[in-house]
């Protein structure tokens, strides 16, 4: 093979690779189907698996939120979709929501969906048309959930008790 | 040095090993980014690499040079460069008293072996012991430091040792995959700079010539 092949080669595979390296630095992926499907997501090859997502969401309406998590995990592995993550971070929040006090667990793991939720949806911005619900946009979710997180002079509002679970 | 060696060995061995130097396993997995004095570090011993014939920049990138050539050239150096850093990072024990301690340590030693002005062989051996003090330090004798203790004899003796230091010495516990990981990024890193191309001269043959004159 002449020199100058093997010298374009190489200089397409090292900025390849060195474009990956920057890239995993820069997302932090935590483990290889997250790299995968990030990858995939940057050229607009990543698929939510439909089935799983159906039967995330059957489980999120029945009030199984364990499980619809569960099943949203396996419909968005690499946690790239926004509408998963959106869904992902509202069981987290009606399942973490309490009269008296919310599951702070619960509360940061859905805070954490819901960021992953509008850092991938186009223009920052997700709206779920779903007319189950009572927050369909992730500003309004993360809103609730940061003042469920909240420890202030509000927490002893007696009136909490009369709020409801949206 | 062949084609293939400078455009595609060299770039991917340390590429290879900017990537991993930074890779710490806990409980999640992170990349950390070289810190700002791994990068001074990183220029030194670059320079100490020029200087003693290890590394030939004339070699990678000069005029006479088609433009392709020239442009693996800077791949390599720029990797080097990346590497270099990403070495220092992995060799640096994470927190406290340690990690300044062997920071002033690398300075100290770079320095020295810089107005030693050693052959190549003398120098890349003399990076061997230098990585390889640090990479024991940091993830054999911290680490055993930093474990805690079995038995109560020995969980009063740290104890002691860690009242006399002000707890400035114990660090998190590393897992022991990122010890294996950081061996492996620390040969590959020696290994990638034996296969870099050497200048023409060193400054022991340039002293002796000058003593004869």
Redesign the interface.
């Given at each position: 093979m002449p020199d100058a092949t093997i010298r374009a080669i190489g200089l397409v595979i090292a900025l390849a690779y060195a474009t990956f390296i920057g890239w995993v630095y820069a997302r932090q992926p935590q483990n290889a189907a997250e790299v995968a499907g990030g990858l995939s997501a940057s050229i607009g090859a990543y698929r939510v698996d439909p089935q799983a997502f159906e039967d995330g969401l059957g489980f999120f309406r029945r009030g199984e939120f364990a499980a619809a998590r569960s099943a949203f995990a396996r419909a968005d592995p690499a946690q790239q979709d926004a509408r998963t993550q959106f869904y992902v971070a509202y069981s987290c929040y009606r399942q973490g929501w309490g009269r008296l006090y919310a599951d702070e667990a619960l509360f940061t793991q859905g805070l954490e969906a819901v960021n992953r939720a509008i850092a991938h949806a186009p223009g920052g911005r997700i709206v779920v048309d779903d007319m189950d619900l009572q927050m369909r946009s992730g500003d309004e979710l993360k809103a609730e959930l940061e003042a469920g997180l909240r420890r202030d002079a509000s927490n002893f509002n007696p009136l909490r008790l009369l709020r409801s679970r949206r | 040095m062949t084609?293939?060696r400078?455009?595609?060995a060299l770039?991917?061995t340390f590429?290879t090993v900017?990537?991993l130097g930074?890779l710490r396993i806990s409980d999640?997995?992170?990349?950390l980014?070289p810190p700002l004095f791994a990068l001074v570090l990183s220029v030194l011993l670059l320079a100490l690499l020029v200087r003693c014939g290890a590394l030939a920049p004339e070699r990678l990138m000069h005029p006479s040079r088609?433009m392709?050539?020239n442009?693996?050239g800077l791949?390599v150096v720029l990797?080097v460069f990346l590497a270099t850093a990403q070495a220092f990072n992995a060799a640096t024990p994470d927190s406290g008293m340690p990690r300044v301690l062997v920071n002033i340590a690398f300075l100290l030693l770079l320095a020295n072996t810089m107005a030693a002005s050693p052959d190549r062989v003398r120098a890349l051996r003399s990076l061997l012991v230098v990585f390889g003090s640090a990479f024991v330090v940091k993830f054999v004798v911290l680490s055993a430091l930093s474990q805690p203790a079995q038995g109560v004899f020995t969980r009063a003796i740290q104890m002691l040792f860690e009242g006399v230091t002000f707890g400035s010495l114990t660090q998190d516990v590393p897992r022991p995959l990122n010890g294996y990981v950081a061996f492996f990024t620390l040969m590959l890193y020696l290994f990638g700079l034996v296969l870099l191309p050497p200048g023409g001269h060193t400054p022991r043959s340039d002293a002796t010539s000058l003593s004869r004159a």
């Open positions: - | 084609a293939a400078e455009a595609i770039p991917i590429l900017a990537l930074g999640r997995v992170a990349l980014p088609s392709l050539a442009l693996n791949v990797a």
